[in-house]
């Protein structure tokens, strides 16, 4: 694991001590830019805190105190 943030992951492969293959995943392979990731990490974040005060606040308005 080269990043945990974009979930950057290398492998490399040998054979009788010799690289035969290296292969490279992401776990989000359009976020390659480890600041877009963190801004992409901060975003979701914010959404669910977002989404969660309104469903809250929808449940409160409904049932009421």
């Known amino acids: 694991?080269?990043?945990?943030i974009t979930g950057k992951l290398e492998c490399t492969f040998f054979k009788n001590n010799e690289q035969i293959k290296q292969q490279?995943?992401?776990?989000?392979?359009?976020?390659?830019?480890p600041k877009r990731a963190v801004l992409f990490f901060t975003a979701s974040v914010l959404a669910g805190y977002l989404g969660?005060?309104?469903?809250?606040?929808?449940?409160d308005l409904v049932v009421g105190k």
């Open 24 to 33: 490279e995943q992401t776990l989000l392979p359009f976020i390659k830019d």
């Open 52 to 59: 969660g005060y309104l469903t809250f606040a929808l449940i």
């Open 1 to 4: 694991m080269q990043n945990i």
